[in-house]
C-alpha cells in the first residue's frame, strides 16, 4: 500500500499571509506513460464532508479560488494557500490515487487563523 | 445541480448489519464510477469500497473485505453498502462519492453515521 504522510499536523497562520502543507507518498505517484502525478488534495470544514480541491497536483477543481495551488512531483507535494482568508479555516487532505481505484488519504492537516 | 444523498445509518450492536443507501441526482448516475469513504469520530478519512459504472467491477479495503458488499442500481439512480458482522471499529460517517476519474471524488454526500456498540 501506498502510505501517505503530511507535515505540520497543524498550523495557525494570519488572515493574508501564505500557508504551505506539505505531502509525502511512500512511493512514487507519478505514471510515466503519461507524466502525470496521481495526487488530490481536499478541503473539509467542520461539520461538511470533503471538498476537492485539486488533482493531477496542480489543476484546480472548477470553482476553487486561485488563491489554492498544488505542485511537487514524484513523492513530495505542496498544498499553498497564498492569502488565507477566515473561510480556509479547514483541514486538508492530500490522496493518492496511482494505485486507484484502492487508493489512500494522509492523515490531514489542520489550518487555524492566528 | 449533482446531489448524493446518504441514508441508513444508525445504532446497531457488534455483529449486526446495516445497509446504507446513497441517492444520486443532477448526473448521470451509470456514467460513473461510485465509492464509499469512511470517517471514524474524529479521525481522518478512509476509502472502503469501489464499483465500477457497470458494477461488474468491484474493490474493498482490506479492513471491510468479506463483511461488506457494494452494490448499485443503475435504473434507480442509486448505490448500496451492505454491512455485516459489524464491529466497534466500523463506527464512522460513511460518505458516497462520485468518481470524477481514475478515483478523483469530486462530488460527496453529506454523510451517514453509523454507530456500533453494544
Known amino acids: 500500500d501506498i502510505v501517505m504522510t503530511q507535515s505540520p499536523d497543524s498550523l495557525a497562520v494570519s488572515l493574508g499571509e501564505r500557508a504551505t502543507i506539505n505531502c509525502k507518498s511512500s512511493q512514487s505517484v507519478l505514471y510515466s506513460s503519461n507524466n502525470k502525478n496521481y495526487l488530490a488534495w481536499y478541503q473539509q470544514k467542520p461539520g461538511q464532508p470533503p471538498k476537492l480541491l485539486i488533482y493531477?497536483?496542480?489543476t484546480r477543481e472548477s470553482g476553487v479560488p486561485d488563491r489554492f495551488s498544488g505542485s511537487g512531483s514524484g513523492t513530495d507535494f505542496t498544498l499553498t494557500i497564498s492569502s488565507l482568508q477566515a473561510e480556509d479555516v479547514a483541514v486538508y487532505y492530500c490522496?493518492?490515487?496511482?494505485?486507484?481505484?484502492?487508493?489512500?488519504f494522509g492523515p490531514g492537516t489542520k489550518v487555524d487563523i492566528k | 445541480e449533482v446531489q448524493l444523498v446518504e441514508s441508513g445509518g444508525g445504532l446497531v450492536q457488534p455483529g449486526g448489519s446495516l445497509r446504507l443507501s446513497c441517492a444520486a441526482s443532477?448526473?448521470?448516475?451509470?456514467?460513473?464510477?461510485m465509492n464509499w469513504v469512511r470517517q471514524a469520530p474524529g479521525k481522518g478519512l478512509e476509502w472502503v469500497s469501489y464499483?465500477?459504472?457497470?458494477?461488474?467491477?468491484?474493490y474493498y479495503a482490506d479492513s471491510v473485505k468479506g463483511r461488506f458488499t457494494i452494490s448499485r442500481d443503475n435504473a434507480k439512480n442509486s448505490l448500496y453498502l451492505q454491512m455485516n458482522s459489524l464491529r466497534a471499529e466500523d463506527t464512522a460517517v460513511y460518505y458516497c462519492?462520485?468518481?470524477?476519474?481514475?478515483?478523483?471524488?469530486?462530488?460527496w454526500g453529506q454523510g451517514t453515521l453509523v454507530t456500533v456498540s453494544s
Open positions: 443532477g448526473f448521470t448516475f451509470s456514467s460513473y464510477e
Open positions: 493531477w497536483a496542480s
Open positions: 490522496q493518492q490515487y496511482y494505485s486507484t481505484p484502492l487508493f489512500t
Open positions: 462519492a462520485r468518481d470524477l476519474e481514475l478515483g478523483v471524488l469530486d462530488y
Open positions: 464499483i465500477s459504472s457497470s458494477g461488474s467491477t468491484i
